[in-house]
C-alpha cells in the first residue's frame, strides 16, 4: 500500500515546465487580443499641469490613450483607501501610473507610451523614513485624515506621515531600566529587497456580459478579485479571475498589479487587453520587501538575564500605506521573539514616503526584525561576557511563555530542543576557529499565515480523484505535493492518480493565498475534512458491490476491500462508475481555518494582525570566512534546525529550506534597492542589482524535527517561509564574530566588512 505522507514523489508540473510546455501568465492570449502599456511619472513627488496624448493617439495602431478621466474616481487599497488607479493631480512616487495606452502591439503600445508628455511641476521629496517623520516634514498625503479604513477593519492611529501605529507598553519598563546592571542599545537599518521574479508582472483582462475576467499568474486570485472590483467600483462577484502558471513571486504577487488597468482597458476599448512590466518597469514598481529603521534598548542582570526591553521600528511603506498597515504588527511578536524579556515597549510605524510602495516578500518584515533582535542579542551577551550561544539559553523561552498580545505558547519550550538539535550537526564551540573566521547562531518564531481555504474532492470513474482548490501552486509544490499527497493518503491511492486545479474564483470556493506557508497546513485540512464525507459515499457505495457492511471496509492501494479478505475488492474507479447512477456523482467539499486564538486586545493600540498562529521554532547556525583585502564573505557551512509540525514531502521540504537559505543569503550579503534625496531608485536591472549565483550558496546542512499539532492535516504547521527568517541574523553574527567590528545594517556589503576590521585594529 503506497503511503503518500511523508515519502517524496516526482512534481506533476515538473515535465511541462522543464519542456517549455506551462502556459504562464505572460504567455496566455487569446485572438483579438490588444497590448497596453502604463504612462508612469518620471518624477518621485509633483504637481500634474497637463497631459499631452495628440501626438501618441496618432501613431500607428492605437486604439486609446487613457487618463484618471476615463476611470472610475475612486481611491482603494488592501486595508486603508487611498490609492487612486491614475494619478490625476499628484505624484507620489516614481513610476506612479498616469496614463495608459492601448494598442495592436507591445512595441506599439510601448511606444506611444512613451510619446505621451506629462509636465509637472517637481515638488518636495520625502525620500526615507527619517524624513518622513522628522519635525516639519512636507506630508505625502495632505488629504490623509479624509481617508477611509476598508470594509471590515476597526481604524487604527494615523497621524502626518505615519500611516499606522502599533504600540504595547507593559508596566514597569521604566523602573526595569532604572534597576538593570548593564544597558545596551543599538540601531539598525535595513534596505529595501526585490523579489527578482523571473516572470515579469503581466495580466490579460476582457469584459463580457456586463462581467470582467481578468488571467492572471498570481499568489492570491480572491484578492485580485476584490481589490480590482473597489479600484473599479463594481461588485467583487462582477470579477473573475483565472490563474496560470507562475514564474515566481515570493509576496511580490500578493497585492494587486496590472490586473484592474487590463480589465478596465478591456471595457473601455471591447477587447482582450494584455500587459506585461519591462524588467525596468517591474523594478522600480513592484511592492519590494520595505526597508527599516530598528533601535532596541536592553537591560541585563550582572547574571545575563534580560530585564527590560525597549524596540522601536520604523517601517517604509512607500506612497500607499498597502499591507504595511499589517506588517506594523509583526514587531509585537519579534520584540520578546525566542527569549523572555523583562518588561517590554514596542512602537511600530510605518511611514509614507515619496517612493514605490513596499509589500509582502518571504517572510515580511522578520528578516530584519530578527536581524536586529539576534545581533542585538549578540552584543547582549558580549556586554556581560557570556557566550553567545549560553546566553541565548539563559533567556531562552519556556513552555508556557505569554507574548506581548497576551497569547500564550504552551509549546514554546520546545527552542531548546532545535538549539540542541543543530547543536548535534556542528558543536558550537568547533565552529569559526581559523584565521578571518566566524561563527553565528540566530534562533526565530515564526507564524503559520491563518487565512481560510478550501477544497473540494471529485472521484471520476477512470478511478482518479481531482482535488479542485483555489490554491495557488507558485512553486513551492504546497499543492502538487502537499495537498494532492494528503488526499492521496486519506483516500488510499496513489498521488500520481490525484490530480490539483489551476484557481478559478468562479469555480473554487475561497483560498487566502500562497502566502506565509498557509497552503499545506489549511488546504491540506480543508481536503482532510473533505475526505470524511468522502470515504461516508464511497463506502455506502462500494458495499453494496462488495456485499459487506461499510463499517466492514478500508480504503487500499486505489480501491475498497473487506478487512481481513485480500480478495474481496473493488477499484474506487468501479465505485465511482457506479454511483453515477446511484445517488449521482461522488464529491465532497471542506473547508478550514485556524481556530481562534485567545489574546487580550487591550495589550496593545493598532494592531491588526492580532494574533500569532500555529507557530514554528528555528535555530540557524553560520560559519564565515573573510577577506581581508576585498572585505569579501565566504559561507563556509551553513547549518538548520527547523521544527515542522509533520513533512508531508521531504523533497518539497529540502527544497524550500535550501531556497530559502539561498534567497536570505542575497538578502544579507548582495541585494538591495537602494534610494536617492530624489526618491530614485538607484538599481533598475538584474545585473545592478546583484543576485547571488549557485556558486555563492553552500550545502545546507538541515536537521528536521516533528511535533505535530491537532489543527494541521497529519500535525503539519507551515514549513516553506521560515527559512529565510534568520539568515541575515546568522550571517551578521558570524562576520561580526570575524571581523571583531559592529555590523549594522543590511546588505553587509564589502566595505562594511573592511570598516569592522578596521574598527577592530582600532579598538586594539
Wanted: charged fraction near 20%; aromatic fraction near 6%.
Amino acid at each position: 500500500m503506497t503511503t503518500a505522507v511523508g515519502n517524496s514523489f516526482i512534481r506533476p508540473d515538473a515535465e511541462p515546465k522543464v519542456r517549455g510546455e506551462a502556459v504562464y501568465g505572460v504567455d496566455f492570449e487569446i485572438g483579438g487580443t490588444l497590448h497596453a502599456a502604463l504612462v508612469r511619472s518620471n518624477v518621485a513627488s509633483g504637481r500634474i499641469r497637463s497631459i499631452d496624448s495628440d501626438a501618441a493617439s496618432a501613431m500607428p495602431g492605437v486604439r486609446l490613450v487613457a487618463t484618471a478621466a476615463d476611470a472610475p474616481k475612486i481611491l482603494s487599497g488592501l486595508a486603508l483607501n487611498d490609492q487612486p488607479l491614475f494619478a490625476s493631480e499628484v505624484v507620489r512616487f516614481e513610476g506612479e501610473p498616469i496614463a495608459a495606452v492601448v494598442a495592436d502591439t507591445l512595441v506599439q503600445a510601448r511606444a506611444a507610451a512613451a510619446a505621451v508628455v506629462v509636465d509637472i511641476d517637481p515638488l518636495p521629496v520625502v525620500a526615507t523614513v527619517d524624513d518622513g517623520v522628522a519635525d516639519g516634514a512636507p506630508l505625502v498625503h495632505e488629504d490623509w485624515a479624509s481617508y477611509q479604513v476598508a470594509p471590515g477593519h476597526p481604524d487604527w492611529p494615523r497621524y502626518g506621515n505615519v500611516c499606522s501605529e502599533v504600540v504595547v507598553d507593559e508596566a514597569g519598563v521604566d523602573e526595569a531600566f532604572a534597576a538593570a546592571d548593564v544597558i545596551v542599545e543599538d540601531e539598525f537599518r535595513a534596505d529595501r529587497q526585490y523579489q527578482a521574479y523571473l516572470e515579469p508582472k503581466s495580466a490579460t483582462g476582457m469584459w463580457e456580459s456586463g462581467r470582467y475576467t481578468v488571467h492572471a499568474s498570481h499568489q492570491y486570485h480572491w484578492s485580485i478579485r476584490n481589490r480590482t472590483s473597489a479600484a473599479l467600483g463594481v461588485k467583487p462577484s462582477d470579477v473573475r479571475v483565472i490563474g496560470h502558471y507562475m514564474g515566481g513571486g515570493f509576496g511580490a504577487k500578493l497585492d494587486v498589479g496590472l490586473e484592474p488597468y487590463a480589465a478596465l482597458l478591456a471595457r473601455l476599448t471591447g477587447f482582450p487587453v494584455k500587459m506585461i512590466n519591462e524588467r525596468s518597469e517591474d523594478m522600480i514598481t513592484c511592492n519590494s520587501r520595505d526597508g527599516g529603521v530598528i533601535r532596541v534598548r536592553s537591560g541585563l542582570s550582572k547574571d545575563g538575564k534580560i530585564v527590560a526591553r525597549e524596540y522601536l521600528v520604523d517601517m517604509d511603506a512607500g506612497a500607499y500605506a498597502g499591507d504595511t498597515v499589517y506588517l506594523t504588527s509583526i514587531p509585537v511578536y519579534v520584540a520578546d521573539g525566542p527569549y523572555a524579556t523583562g518588561p517590554t515597549r514596542v512602537r511600530a510605524r510605518a511611514v509614507y514616503t515619496n517612493t514605490t510602495p513596499t509589500g509582502a516578500f518571504r517572510g515580511v518584515s522578520g528578516t530584519y526584525l530578527y536581524f536586529a533582535l539576534e545581533r542585538h542579542t549578540d552584543n547582549l551577551a558580549n556586554a556581560v561576557g557570556m557566550d553567545r550561544r549560553a546566553f541565548r539559553l539563559r533567556n531562552v523561552l519556556e513552555d508556557g511563555h505569554e507574548m506581548l498580545n497576551g497569547q500564550v505558547l504552551d509549546d514554546s519550550g520546545l527552542l531548546k530542543e532545535v538549539f540542541e538539535a543543530v547543536d548535534e550537526l556542528a558543536p558550537w564551540e568547533t565552529l569559526g576557529k581559523g584565521p578571518n573566521q566566524g561563527v553565528g547562531i540566530a534562533a526565530t518564531v515564526w507564524l503559520t499565515n491563518p487565512l481560510p481555504g478550501s477544497a473540494t474532492l471529485r472521484l471520476e470513474p477512470d478511478g482518479t480523484l481531482i482535488v479542485v482548490t483555489g490554491a495557488a501552486e507558485i512553486g513551492t509544490g504546497a499543492v502538487v505535493l502537499g495537498v494532492r499527497q494528503i488526499a492521496a493518503q486519506e483516500l488510499g491511492m496513489d498521488p500520481a492518480n490525484v490530480t490539483t486545479t489551476m484557481p478559478d474564483t468562479d469555480v473554487q470556493g475561497f483560498d487566502g493565498g500562497a502566502q506565509g506557508s498557509r497552503t499545506t497546513h489549511i488546504v491540506g485540512r480543508a481536503v482532510t475534512e473533505a475526505a470524511v464525507g468522502m470515504r461516508e459515499r464511497v463506502f455506502q457505495q462500494a458495499a453494496k458491490l462488495l456485499g459487506a457492511a461499510p463499517d466492514e471496509l478500508e480504503l487500499r492501494d486505489d480501491g475498497v476491500g473487506v478487512s481481513g479478505d485480500p480478495g474481496r475488492r473493488v477499484t474506487l474507479g468501479e465505485v465511482a462508475g457506479a454511483a453515477m447512477f446511484d445517488g449521482g456523482p461522488i464529491t465532497s467539499s471542506g473547508s478550514y481555518g485556524t481556530p481562534a486564538i485567545k489574546y487580550d486586545p487591550d495589550r496593545a493600540t493598532g494592531l491588526l494582525f492580532s494574533t500569532f498562529p500555529t507557530p514554528t521554532y528555528h535555530v540557524h547556525v553560520a560559519e564565515v570566512e573573510v577577506d581581508p583585502d576585498t572585505g569579501g564573505v565566504t559561507v563556509l557551512r551553513y547549518l538548520v534546525a527547523q521544527e515542522v509540525g509533520k513533512t508531508i514531502s521531504p523533497a518539497g521540504l529540502m527544497g524550500q529550506i535550501q531556497g530559502g537559505v539561498a534567497q536570505g543569503l542575497g538578502y544579507a550579503l548582495w541585494e538591495t534597492i537602494q534610494i536617492g534625496d530624489d526618491g530614485k531608485y538607484r538599481q533598475r536591472t538584474l545585473e545592478s542589482y546583484r543576485l547571488p549565483i549557485a556558486l555563492d550558496v553552500p550545502r545546507v546542512e538541515v536537521v528536521v524535527l516533528e511535533h505535530p499539532v491537532d489543527t494541521g492535516p497529519y500535525g503539519a504547521k507551515g514549513a516553506a517561509e521560515p527559512p529565510i527568517v534568520p539568515v541575515a541574523a546568522v550571517i551578521g553574527n558570524a562576520i561580526a564574530d570575524a571581523t571583531g567590528g559592529p555590523i549594522t545594517r543590511i546588505p553587509i556589503t564589502p566595505e562594511d566588512v573592511l570598516d569592522a576590521l578596521k574598527h577592530e585594529k582600532g579598538t586594539r
